[in-house]
């Protein structure tokens, strides 16, 4: 196939190896996951070189720009060299987990306080 015809995306997202099937990429698009230049598409949408593509996966957004147009799933060198990721990087975590500090009294009562919450109702 020439690498400037266009693709289905939903074809051309499994080739690249975003999704693991071809019908999970068609979910994605149906679910209105996928944009290209912006604009939510349907899985036949044809992809271009040069097209700018935004997937949603596992709640975070993916930006890639289409360098060559694929069809078939090939080896991840290649599917690399295929889609161009402009994902910008997460924002830097705390090193330090913080810890969590309940105050006295705050969340479930302790056997203590249920037996005297059941004597204040005579039960």
């Known amino acids: 196939m020439d690498e400037q015809a266009p ?4 074809a051309w997202l499994w080739a690249v190896r975003r999704f693991k099937t071809r019908s999970a990429a068609t979910a994605a698009c149906r679910a209105g996951h996928v944009r290209v230049n912006g604009d939510r598409v349907k899985a036949a949408q044809p992809v271009r070189p040069g097209d ?6 596992a709640g975070f957004d993916q930006q890639l720009v289409v360098r060559r147009t694929i069809a078939k799933r090939v080896s991840a060198t290649l599917a690399a ?3 161009e990721d402009r994902t910008p990087a997460p924002p830097p975590r705390e090193e330090v987990a913080a810890v969590v500090v309940r105050d006295r009294g705050a969340g479930r009562p302790t056997k203590r306080e ?4 059941e004597r204040l109702r005579g039960r």
């Open 52 to 57: 700018e593509v935004r997937v949603r996966i």
């Open 81 to 83: 060299e295929a889609a």
């Open 7 to 10: 693709v289905r995306i939903d």
């Open 114 to 117: 249920r037996r005297d919450i």
